[in-house]
């Protein structure tokens, strides 16, 4: 008989634990790539122009958008992206670079042209080797790079409109203040 309430009560704290991990949001996990140098990567260009290579914009902000036509999510951000690319297209401090990845080429420039240009470049990565080095598990997925090439913000799911002003932006203004104060 011992042994029945024994079990029982392995069998309710399993549950437990796991309908206590339901409650996680994955997106809420952090990452362990803050503040760590990014990986660099060189990869063919969804337009078939020259390779992207990440290093190049070293010196600058970027932000690096993980994204598929395979990914409904993708869809509801890309006016955003359109419209954020329009918006910082003057500045020499911030670029973006897309990474469609798990597609093919020919998806991958058929979203482009069924929901609008972005206006910025697009590495492809149809073996998801970048989105693996860079832990991605889901699209779409945002990083932001400090000039220094560390990776300084992850966002999960798709940007919103303002999401430039209210979180990029005052990381941006916040770094620049720390290294105006370093001689």
Known sequence: ????????LAVAGIL??????LGNDPRLIPTPLINRPA???????LDGGEPIRL???KGRWVMLNFWGSWCGSCWQEHPYLVELSKK???RNDFVIIGVDFRDTIENGRDFLRRYGETGYRHAFDPDQRIAIDWGVYGAPESYLVDPQGRIRLKHTGPLYPGWFEKVALPLMSQEKGIQEKTP
């Open 1 to 8: 008989m011992w042994w029945k309430t024994l079990l029982l």
């Open 88 to 90: 910082v297209q003057s």
């Open 55 to 57: 290093s190049a914009h």
């Open 39 to 45: 990986t660099d990567f060189t990869a063919p260009a």
């Open 16 to 21: 437990t634990l796991f309908a206590l991990g």
